[in-house]
């Protein structure tokens, strides 16, 4: 599942994995489980993690770390986004995605 950035935020239009920035005291799965939360209005169980990703964008350092999981509640609905969209690893290229994404996208392709 990927969504897409809106409008007014860095990168907006570009499709990405769901999660974003740890709070003091919260674990890298709590994280994601707020996130997942807020962002798309469901429920995860967070499996094993899949890969890490450091990437240096003109304003930001972003470290990634991908985790595995299952919706255990809710439907995913776009929230902080403008879409949401299921796809394929052979459907990578018909979407742009923020360049942080480029190497977890290889890895899902299997290159």
Do not use: Q, S
Not at 13 to 21: A, N, S, T, Y
Not at 78 to 93: D, F, L, R, T
């Amino acid at each position: 599942m990927i969504c897409r950035r809106p409008e007014g935020k860095a990168r907006a239009g570009l499709w990405e994995f769901v999660g974003g920035k740890a709070e003091e005291g919260e674990t890298l799965e709590e994280a994601l489980i707020r996130e997942c939360r807020e962002e798309i209005g469901v429920t995860v169980r967070v499996g094993a993690p899949y890969m890490e990703v450091t990437h240096d964008y003109p304003d930001i350092l972003v470290h990634l770390t991908l985790f595995e999981a299952e919706i255990e509640e809710g439907v995913p609905t776009p929230m902080e986004h403008n879409a949401i969209a299921w796809i394929k690893p052979n459907e990578i290229g018909d979407y742009p995605f923020v360049p942080a994404d480029m190497p977890i996208l290889e890895k899902l392709r299997g290159k």
